[in-house]
């Protein structure tokens, strides 16, 4: 049974930074792109970013370009988001994802598995 499990979502003054850590059971997922993705209220869910299987390559939405930062560690299953310079509108449910490509991934359709989401929120 795949399981994906985020954590580290919590609330922060705007300016301020969050790590927020995506563990992966259930699967070997060092062979797959992951992604981040959120959804605030009354909004769809979009893309944040995302990282290829092998981390070298990575993709980020233009909103959050030069402020966040994604990772990943195969070895321990673990994928991560670096957001430094949080702003009150990136306040949302984020969601961790993994893609059925090798490749860094934007669009909802070409994720499989989501995770249950983490509470992210920014104060003005």
């Known amino acids: 049974q795949v399981q994906l499990v985020e954590s580290g979502g919590g609330l922060v003054q705007a300016g301020g930074s969050l790590r927020l850590s995506c563990a992966a059971s259930g699967r070997t997922f060092s062979s797959y792109a992951m992604g981040w993705f959120r959804q605030a209220p009354g909004k769809e869910r979009e893309f944040v970013a995302a990282i290829s299987w092998s981390g070298h390559s990575t993709k980020y939405a233009d909103s959050v370009k030069g402020r966040f930062t994604i990772s990943r560690d195969n070895a321990k299953n673990t994928m991560y988001l670096q957001m430094n310079s949080l702003k009150p509108e990136d306040t949302a449910v984020y969601y961790c994802?993994?893609?059925?490509?090798?490749?860094?991934?934007?669009?909802?359709?070409?994720?499989?598995?989501w995770g249950q989401g983490t509470q992210v929120t920014v104060s003005s």
């Open positions: 994802a993994v893609s059925r490509t090798i490749l860094a991934v934007t669009a909802t359709r070409q994720y499989d598995y």
